[in-house]
């Protein structure tokens, strides 16, 4: 209640971002809302995340972009609503600037300290790439889309059916099905550093 659809913003293998607004008696803010392809809502255990995700999004870590809600309506299904961050993915907003090497590695370690935050609220990220970290008018990084998220421990346990993960940017483990772990998102960091510091990209299917 309270969220409408403006206009497309973005499209993936799992489904379509949307800038919405939020209107209550109080304010009003933009947001961005996920829908999901018929073939990802597989993932029935996502709605049992939407009460955690709150959580971590409620510790107010600035290169997070907050989780505010998410469920299933009946035109759209299931759906989760984010902030909203203005600004430019990360690897273009590095060519758009020539950004430095030493820059770059600023921006990364606050990228690393928003996945240990998450981590320290026991969520693995899984889908840790360029194209899911934004950079503000100010200049810092946000972490996007946790919409394939998993808790840590149980929960990381690989189930049978589809898998989603973007391939060069997926862990061994994530690529074989086997178990998650921490280790995951840690293997995607390392991807994302070698493109910032190599200028060189890799596939990136989005």
Same mark, same amino acid.
């Given at each position: 209640?309270?969220?409408?659809?403006?206009?497309?913003?973005?499209?993936?293998? $799992?489904?379509?971002?949307?800038?919405?607004?939020?209107?209550?008696?109080?304010?009003?803010?933009?947001?961005?809302?996920? #829908?999901?392809?018929?073939?990802? #809502?597989?993932?029935?255990?996502?709605?049992?995340?939407?009460?955690?995700?709150? %959580? &971590?999004?409620? $510790?107010?870590?600035?290169?997070?972009?907050?989780?505010?809600?998410?469920?299933?309506?009946?035109?759209?299904?299931?759906?989760?609503?984010?902030?909203?961050?203005?600004?430019?993915?990360?690897?273009?907003?590095?060519?758009?600037?020539?950004?430095?090497?030493?820059?770059?590695?600023? !921006?990364?370690?606050?990228?690393?300290?928003? !996945?240990?935050?998450?981590?320290?609220?026991?969520?693995?990220?899984?889908?840790? /790439?360029? %194209?899911?970290? $934004? !950079?503000?008018?100010?200049?810092?990084? /946000?972490?996007?889309?946790?919409?394939?998220?998993?808790?840590?421990?149980?929960?990381?346990?690989?189930?049978?059916?589809?898998?989603?993960?973007?391939?060069?940017?997926?862990?061994?483990?994530?690529?074989?099905?086997?178990?998650?772990?921490?280790?995951?998102?840690?293997?995607? &960091?390392?991807?994302?550093?070698?493109? &910032? $510091?190599?200028?060189?990209?890799?596939?990136?299917?989005?």
């Amino acid at each position: 209640a309270g969220f409408e659809i403006v206009r497309p913003i973005g499209s993936g293998g $799992m489904g379509d971002v949307y800038l919405g607004r939020q209107v209550t008696d109080h304010f009003e803010r933009d947001v961005a809302i996920k #829908t999901f392809h018929p073939t990802a #809502t597989v993932r029935e255990d996502l709605l049992s995340d939407v009460a955690e995700l709150r %959580s &971590l999004s409620q $510790m107010n870590l600035p290169n997070i972009a907050g989780f505010i809600d998410g469920g299933i309506h009946p035109d759209i299904g299931l759906f989760l609503i984010t902030d909203y961050v203005d600004g430019q993915l990360l690897l273009e907003w590095c060519d758009d600037r020539s950004v430095t090497r030493d820059i770059r590695l600023r !921006v990364f370690g606050q990228i690393c300290e928003a !996945v240990q935050h998450a981590h320290s609220r026991l969520f693995i990220h899984c889908d840790i /790439k360029p %194209s899911n970290i $934004m !950079v503000d008018e100010n200049n810092q990084p /946000k972490l996007l889309d946790f919409g394939i998220a998993s808790a840590i421990g149980d929960a990381a346990k690989q189930q049978p059916g589809p898998r989603y993960f973007t391939p060069a940017y997926a862990s061994p483990e994530q690529v074989r099905g086997a178990d998650l772990s921490i280790a995951t998102d840690v293997y995607s &960091l390392g991807a994302v550093l070698f493109e &910032l $510091m190599t200028l060189k990209r890799l596939s990136d299917g989005a």
